[in-house]
């Protein structure tokens, strides 16, 4: 199986701070490679495909980017409805893996 | 828009076997090739993927599971299904029905989740 680390494992960070979180594959997924924001006691939302495609609806100040073995997600400028779990996601082979998670929370 | 709803018995033995459904209503299971897929998020071990099944009935499972695994859909209800057998505490999570999109391979619709206990 593909295993994905991510890090940090937690970040606090305040309102308007721009935050990066990172994933690495233990092998070479090309672009393969989804991120996921999880709130508590909710099913997670799908906010970027193909590691650098914003999704429809998802605000422009989240972005990724990344090929291979290492990808980010940044937020340019935080706000108080980001602070949640991040997760990401390899699809390029089975079985799929996520990361462990990075969860953001409000400094 | 779609949206998806897993039901289940909550709690269960060791040794039991787990039975959920997922209905699927706002669009059709049978179009739009979607991958239907069953994951679970454990209270420590977080996020795993557990398998799909497509609407002509292929699946693929994760070899972790599938010894005890089956997932199975019914078109005419619009809903799919997932068997787990043999339980043990491990099993215990959160269990979550998602559609995969198959042009992004992303989980584009989830259900709200189901906890599953496995308790004696």
């Known amino acids: 199986d593909i295993q994905m680390t991510q890090s940090p494992s937690s970040l606090s960070a305040s309102v308007g701070d721009r935050v990066t979180i990172t994933c690495r594959a233990s092998?070479?997924?090309?672009?393969?490679l989804g991120w996921y924001q999880q709130k508590s006691g909710k099913a997670p939302k799908r906010l970027i495909s193909?590691?650098?495609s914003l999704q429809t609806g998802v605000p422009s100040r989240f972005s990724g980017s990344g090929s291979g073995t290492e990808f980010t997600l940044t937020i340019s400028s935080l706000q108080p409805e980001d602070f949640a779990t991040y997760y990401c996601?390899?699809?390029?082979?089975?079985?799929?893996?996520f990361g462990q998670g990075t969860k953001l929370e409000i400094k | 828009q779609v949206q998806l709803q897993e039901s289940g018995p909550g709690l269960l033995k060791p040794s039991q076997t787990l039975s959920l459904t997922c209905a699927v209503s706002g669009g059709s299971i049978s179009s739009g090739n979607y991958f239907w897929t069953w994951i679970r998020q454990h209270p420590v071990k977080g996020l795993e993927w557990i398998g799909y099944i497509y609407s002509s009935g292929h699946t693929y499972y994760n070899p972790s599971l599938k010894s005890r695994l089956i997932i199975s859909v019914n078109t005419s209800s619009n809903q799919f299904s997932l068997s787990l057998s043999s339980l043990t505490a491990a099993d215990t999570a959160v269990y979550y029905c998602?559609?995969?999109?198959?042009?992004?391979?992303?989980?584009?619709?989830w259900g709200q989740g189901t906890l599953i206990t496995v308790s004696s």
């Open positions: 996601l390899q699809h390029n082979s089975y079985p799929y893996t």
């Open positions: 092998q070479g997924i090309r672009n393969d």
């Open positions: 998602a559609r995969e999109e198959p042009s992004t391979r992303t989980f584009d619709s």
């Open positions: 193909a590691a650098s």
